[in-house]
Nanobody, 121 residues
Framework: QVQVVESGGGLVQPGGSLRLSCAAS????????MGWYRQAPGKERELVAG???????NYADSVKCRFTISRDNAKNTVYLQMNGVKPEDTAVYYC???????????????WGQGTLVTASA
């Protein structure tokens, strides 16, 4: 069994910074892509940023140049550095990881429980 657990959410003032972390644990053989999604009240869940095992990244247009995704493969951890936070960034942020649990078979997409980020004065 594998899981991912987010941390680092909370209240941040507009223009401020916050760093989210997400650690994967359990029976892990390898981790492929990892990413962050968010869901604001009354809106659909959307991709914020993704990163491959090789470090290739992609971002939603709304967060480009403000957010940075990175990962530490030795720690099975992905990060989201949020700078210049805006009120519209308020949402529950979810971590995902595409994990292979053995040397054969398919991968599984694991979701975290989410961490709330509130950007407000």
């Amino acid at each position: 069994q594998v899981q991912v657990v987010e941390s680092g959410g909370g209240l941040v003032q507009p223009g401020g910074s916050l760093r989210l972390s997400c650690a994967a644990s359990g029976s892990i053989f390898s981790i492929y892509a990892m990413g962050w999604y968010r869901q604001a009240p009354g809106k659909e869940r959307e991709l914020v940023a993704g990163i491959t095992s090789a470090g290739t990244t992609n971002y939603a247009d709304s967060v480009k140049c403000r957010f940075t995704i990175s990962r530490d493969n030795a720690k099975n951890t992905v990060y989201l550095q949020m700078n210049g936070v805006k009120p519209e960034d308020t949402a529950v942020y979810y971590c995902t990881a595409n994990i292979r649990t053995s040397g054969y078979g398919s991968t599984i997409l694991v979701w975290g429980q989410g961490t709330l980020v509130t950007a407000s004065a």
